[in-house]
């Protein structure tokens, strides 16, 4: 059977448990440190969207495992799904560094490196999805390596955006 050798969900469950709840539980932490931090976030562009794509971020890759772990799916229709919302979460991820310049957010915070790493893995994401709805079982590794990079890169923005927040003594 042709699904089975392009994806096996059997033997993918496990990584898309893994990240799905890694990546909901540190959306809930984020959350929560947004709501500690409410007046810092909201007065700098760059934190504020710093939040909004930390957010997406971990809430797409929550929504890829969770379509990914549904039963009776061909690997078209998860490569379909993953390109869907990977496509979503890069043009929220694009924007939010668009919006975050225009509006003169801490300049300091908007680090290149960042900025396209995040874009590289986005686009490795969305490249991953497309080889896999056009029969190419390296897609599922292509994205999920990105997932992964992409995760390290939540996280620490994560934490960038608790100590960016920190009132200097």
């Known amino acids: 059977m042709v699904t089975s050798e392009i994806y096996n969900p059997q033997q993918w469950s496990g990584f898309f448990m ?5 990546s909901a539980a540190l959306a809930g932490l984020v959350f929560v440190a947004v709501t500690i931090n409410l007046r810092g976030v909201a007065k700098d562009a760059t934190h504020k969207y710093r939040a909004i794509n930390m957010l997406s971020g971990f809430t797409s890759v929550f929504i ?4 990914a772990l549904m039963g009776r799916q061909t690997y078209r229709i998860l490569g379909v799904e ?11 991820n694009t924007n939010g560094y668009i919006q975050a310049l225009k509006r003169d957010g801490s ?13 590289a893995c986005y686009l490795a994401q969305i490249t991953g999805s497309l ?3 056009f029969d190419d079982g390296a897609g599922i590794y292509v994205g999920a390596v990105a ?20 009132p200097s003594s």
Do not use: D, E, K
């Open 18 to 22: 893994l990240v799905g709840t890694g």
């Open 64 to 67: 890829i495992s969770s379509l």
């Open 82 to 92: 993953w390109l869907a919302v990977s496509l979503l979460a890069a043009t929220i």
């Open 107 to 119: 300049r300091y915070a908007l680090n290149l490196a960042r900025i396209l790493g995040g874009s």
């Open 131 to 133: 080889l896999l709805l």
């Open 147 to 166: 997932i992964v990079v992409n995760l390290c890169l939540f996280v620490s923005g994560s934490w960038l955006l608790v100590v960016g927040n920190m």
